[in-house]
């Protein structure tokens, strides 16, 4: 990163990026995209009654990077976190601190909300993203499932 990158919260002129860059995180996810799919987690980023919200990383004022985040309760602690649910840099633009970065900046939402925990999933082959997690973040001891409803 350098001093024109910044990590601020989405807002309508990120619009286009922000739908390009989540775009590729869907298709390199293997999740196929509708317009109406966009248009409805486009809508829960510029809703402040959503549970969704967002930021970007920008360089030169183009968006290079997101992170999508919201709170969960911790029955078992009494407490709340924030659980990012994706975070994406453009690839020609990864190994540059923008990972870290918005992880940084959702770490420090969480520490002025007052909650006590980050919390985020990855894939086991994305060896990348790992190396960054495993230096700013320490892996949680359990196992993910899903089942359909």
């Known amino acids: 990163m350098n001093a024109t990158t910044q990590i601020v919260p989405v807002a309508a002129d990120h619009h286009d990026g922000w739908r390009r860059l ?15 799919h966009l248009d409805r987690v486009w809508g829960w980023l510029a ?27 911790r029955p078992i602690t009494g407490t709340t976190g924030l659980w990012i649910d994706d975070l994406y840099v453009e690839p020609m633009r990864r190994g540059r601190g923008f ?11 969480a520490r002025t909300e007052g909650h006590d925990v980050v919390r985020w999933t990855t894939r086991e082959t994305n060896v990348g993203a790992r190396r960054l997690y495993d230096r700013i973040a320490t892996q949680a001891p359990v196992v993910v499932y899903n089942a359909t409803p």
């Open 99 to 109: 990972a870290g970065a918005l992880v940084e900046s959702v770490r420090l939402v």
């Open 22 to 36: 989540f775009m590729d995180y869907c298709m390199d996810g293997g999740i196929e995209v509708t317009p109406p």
């Open 47 to 73: 809703s402040a009654d959503a549970q969704t919200r967002g930021l970007v990383a920008l360089s030169d004022g183009e968006v290079a990077g997101l992170a999508h985040f919201r709170v969960f309760e």
